[in-house]
């Protein structure tokens, strides 16, 4: 499969803050998923974006396909405990990135 | 309701021992697919099956062996040839082909005894 990016590998998130990660690709994707998996489940779809530049909400979360086509943002608003967890970029839908990993600070 | 399900959740294997994970979707999905995970890793194509009697290899698929004799079920076989089989495994399915969004099972954790 391709090759994806995930930036950061993990981080440390506090109740109320936004957070960001990103994922890159050194191929062009016509296709960018978000998902979330919790600890010792499958990953759950969070948002598809299907055109270049576009900006998709789901209720705290924001995900945008960037302009050249070869990355995209996901960003959750005002975190609360239950966003922590493991994202992972996917293009095409067979190929994913290594995932972020939230976690709530102390 | 409709989903996808995996058997068991925990799967112990011995030494030379061939396994055989289930996967049972009703959600009326063409194509079905296996993925490894390993801890801090991303998710590894084992193998994918986009109709029925046929499947294609994965990334990874040295190793496994799967079927697909029905619509609704994907079972993946870990080969006593798969000398590293400690994963979390994870099965998905989709309504169209490759670059649809998946819906994954719960994941089994297969272990080595």
């Known amino acids: 499969g391709q090759q994806l990016n995930q930036s950061p590998q993990s981080m440390f998130i506090q109740e109320g803050e936004d957070v960001s990660m990103n994922c890159t690709s050194s191929s062009i994707f016509n296709t960018w998923l978000w998902y979330k998996q919790d600890p010792g489940e499958g990953p759950v779809l969070l948002i598809a974006l299907y055109k270049a530049g576009e900006l998709t909400s789901n209720g705290r979360l924001t995900a945008q396909f960037g302009i050249t086509r070869k990355d995209s943002f996901l960003n959750i608003s005002a975190s609360i405990p239950s966003d922590v967890g493991i994202y992972f970029c996917?293009?095409?839908?067979?190929?994913f990135g290594a995932g972020t990993t939230v976690t709530v600070r102390a | 309701d409709g989903g996808i399900t995996q058997s068991p959740k925990y799967l112990f294997r011995k030494e030379g021992q061939n396994v055989t994970l289930s996967c049972e979707q009703n959600l009326n999905h063409d194509a079905m697919y296996w993925y490894r995970q390993d801890p801090g890793q991303g998710l590894r194509l084992i193998y994918y099956?986009?109709?029925?009697?046929?499947?294609q290899k994965g990334d990874i698929a040295e190793g496994y062996s799967v079927s697909r004799e029905k619509k609704e079920s994907f079972p993946l076989t870990v080969t006593s040839a798969q000398k590293n089989p400690t994963a979390f495994y994870l099965c998905a399915s989709s309504i169209g082909g490759r670059w649809e969004k998946l819906f994954f099972g719960s994941g089994t954790q297969l272990s080595v005894l």
């Open positions: 099956s986009q109709i029925v009697n046929d499947f």
């Open positions: 996917a293009g095409r839908g067979l190929s």
